[in-house]
């Protein structure tokens, strides 16, 4: 007969008890502790849920609710479908127990790392566990998405709700449930236990009363010492932005600048993370010369500015600072994200105004038309709108940067949650160095009206793409964009689906390249050609669907980079001696990073 693996034993079953006694009567000192802090700094108590978004739960699951009930037969059916896969769980656990090899019913999908420890699979009890969650998630997932006539809007929120439930429930969520857990709990006698929870209230205690989840270790990193460390200097500065230009590696440099727009709900040091994966350092090398936006994070004197503002004190001021600094009134542009969903209304407005100083555009990860647009969508009908304005007036017109988290890290709740409430609470460990989750912590606040526009025009009604949107006394129309573009999207990016970045390539007039790179919203992007990492897809026609411009696309090893600069270099003049900082019209303000990238969210 097959013997479960050793390990799940108690050294010291005493040893354990009087260990486990300690254990709640420290916890209950540490809860205590925490408790007095709150009441003497008069904090509200920690928020469980948040009720709005409750309320815009609700309608979808009645509606889901109503449609199971109008078809007799589908829970007679979705019954049907799961009893035959626990029977067969059922006879393949009890063949395992008789010592007899018996093939998995169920499967975890290759990218779920849950379940790699290896006593998943060699301990018949927890593969019981494992294949039976799996099973049920599976079928539950299966049933709420398979149901017919129900409004897409609250299809969607049923699915992403019930996903967050079942990944909630998990059995690798539980010290009982979870090989690993259990073990760390029965040799250590508890202490990882203690450990967690004082880890839980030091991250209760930093996020003053709400819980903000510590991903790495956030003492190992400072940015301008070990991240963001490309050398430059600050030569503009307005209450929005400050603009950064590079100090030039090569003696000769293409004649048109590089002027970069970031998105605001992030920091501009993803394009800087580290001297390995920083497209500015790599863009520099290249004879680009090189300026990036750092927008300001914004307390309660910006809590006005709006999308106008962005475009105005944003875009503008920019371009005007490129040539005082440079001299050249033609630079290209690039725009990441929401920066370069401002960056298509820029080029749109700027058309409108027959202003013709950016000769060329790219786009990474940056949508136009949102009719299909990624997960986010799921937050956006106007009773969430409203119910986001209200919190916002709560907290003195701002988007408060841990509520924009929080939401980020529901889309990919297993590896943004759950995988760090096992790590760092019932484990007990501390959150490894990793700087692409330092900077993922490192969030900003925005402004209402700005952030409330952009929701409303972009992802509500799809204005943009439509041609209604107005800004800044202008009808954008984004027919009239006719320079070269190049748009960069990620095969699983789930903000920013290729699907919806293929649609810019309909709405603007000039010639457009297209390219899908591997992997998703971030490592699609910052993939630099030393790592030798993933792959891209290419075409040079642009169908109507994008999954038939996927069919005659060419695949290519390693970073799109270089593909990318060939394009560029294209684009950008003949070469001309290198320029420094401060050489032109505008004086050095400070080093680069900069002042407003240092500045924490709330």
């Known amino acids: 007969m097959e013997q479960e693996k050793p390990g799940f034993t108690i050294p010291d079953p005493a040893e354990f008890v009087r260990n486990m006694v300690k254990v709640a009567e420290r916890s209950q000192r540490l809860m205590?502790?925490?408790?007095?802090?709150?009441?003497?700094?008069?904090?509200?108590?920690?928020?469980?849920?948040?009720?709005s978004r409750a309320r815009a739960i609700a309608p979808a699951f009645l509606d889901l609710t109503k449609h199971m009930l109008a078809n007799s037969n589908y829970i007679l059916e979705a019954q049907s479908k799961i009893w035959p896969a626990y029977l067969q769980l059922l006879?393949?656990?009890?063949?395992?127990?008789?010592?007899?090899?018996?093939?998995?019913?169920?499967?975890?999908?290759?990218?779920?790392?849950?379940?790699?420890?290896p006593e998943w699979t060699e301990s018949i009890a927890f593969d019981f566990i494992k294949q039976s969650y799996l099973l049920t998630s599976n079928w539950l997932m299966q049933t709420v998405t398979g149901v017919d006539g129900m409004e897409q809007a609250n299809a969607r929120k049923v699915a992403f709700y019930t996903k967050q439930f079942v990944d909630a429930i998990s059995p690798s969520n539980f010290v009982l449930t979870n090989p690993e857990i259990l073990r760390a709990t029965l040799t250590s006698n508890g202490e990882n236990l203690l450990l967690?929870?004082?880890h839980l209230l030091e991250d209760l205690e930093r996020g003053e009363g709400k819980l903000s989840i510590r991903m790495t270790d956030m003492e190992a990193f400072e940015v301008g010492r070990n991240i963001a460390i490309t050398p430059g200097k600050v030569i503009f500065r307005n209450p929005l932005i400050e603009l950064i230009q590079y100090t030039p590696t090569t003696e000769t440099v293409y004649q048109r600048p590089l002027l970069i727009f970031p998105p605001w709900i992030n920091k501009f040091y993803i394009l800087d993370l580290t001297e390995e994966k920083s497209f500015i350092k790599w863009a520099v090398a290249q004879g680009y010369t090189v300026f990036v936006v750092s927008w300001a994070n914004p307390d309660a004197e910006l809590a006005n500015k709006t999308f106008e503002s962005y475009l105005l004190?944003?875009?503008?001021?920019?371009?005007?600072?490129?040539?005082?600094?440079?001299?050249?009134?033609?630079?290209?542009?690039?725009?990441?994200?929401?920066?370069?969903?401002?960056?298509?209304?820029?080029l749109a407005h700027m058309a409108a105004r027959k202003d013709t100083r950016i000769k060329c555009a790219t786009f990474f990860a940056a949508q136009a038309d949102f009719s299909e647009a990624g997960e986010l969508k799921v937050f956006i009908d106007e009773e969430q709108i409203n119910a986001l304005g209200e919190k916002m007036d709560q907290a003195g017109g701002l988007l408060e940067s841990s509520e924009m988290s929080n939401t980020f890290n529901m889309l990919r709740s297993n590896d943004l949650i759950w995988s760090f409430v096992v790590n760092n609470y019932l484990m007990g460990r501390q959150p490894a160095p990793f700087d692409l989750l330092y900077w993922n912590s490192d969030q900003t606040n925005m402004p209402k009206e700005m952030h409330l526009f952009y929701l409303r025009e972009c992802y509500l009604k799809n204005n943009l793409a439509k041609?209604?949107?107005?800004?800044?006394g202008e009808k954008l129309d984004l027919g009239k964009i006719t320079i070269p573009v190049f748009l960069q999207s990620s095969l699983d990016d789930h903000i920013a689906p290729y699907r919806s970045v293929y649609k810019s390539t309909k709405l603007l007039s000039g010639p457009v390249q297209f390219l899908i790179a591997g992997s998703g919203h971030i490592a699609g992007v910052i993939n630099p050609p030393s790592a030798n990492k993933y792959n891209y897809w290419k075409?040079?026609?642009?169908?109507?669907?994008?999954?038939?411009?996927?069919?005659?696309?060419?695949?290519?090893?390693g970073s799109w980079w270089?593909?990318?600069?060939?394009?560029?270099?294209?684009?950008?003049?003949?070469?001309?001696?290198?320029r420094i900082p401060g050489s032109g019209k505008l004086p050095v303000l400070e080093d680069a990073p900069g002042s407003y990238v240092?500045?924490?969210g709330r």
């Open 91 to 117: 006879q393949g656990t009890i063949r395992r127990l008789l010592g007899e090899e018996a093939p998995p019913t169920v499967t975890p999908d290759r990218n779920d790392k849950r379940f790699r420890a």
């Open 32 to 51: 205590q502790k925490f408790v007095n802090r709150q009441i003497n700094r008069q904090a509200e108590p920690p928020k469980l849920g948040d009720p």
């Open 562 to 578: 270089p593909n990318w600069h060939i394009w560029h270099a294209a684009q950008s003049g003949a070469k001309v001696p290198a």
């Open 539 to 557: 075409n040079e026609s642009l169908p109507d669907d994008v999954e038939e411009w996927r069919k005659g696309a060419t695949e290519y090893p």
């Open 467 to 472: 041609g209604e949107m107005v800004l800044a």
């Open 196 to 198: 967690g929870l004082e």
């Open 313 to 346: 004190e944003g875009v503008y001021a920019a371009l005007d600072a490129v040539e005082l600094a440079t001299g050249e009134s033609e630079v290209n542009a690039i725009g990441y994200c929401i920066g370069g969903t401002l960056l298509t209304a820029a």
């Open 598 to 600: 240092r500045v924490k």
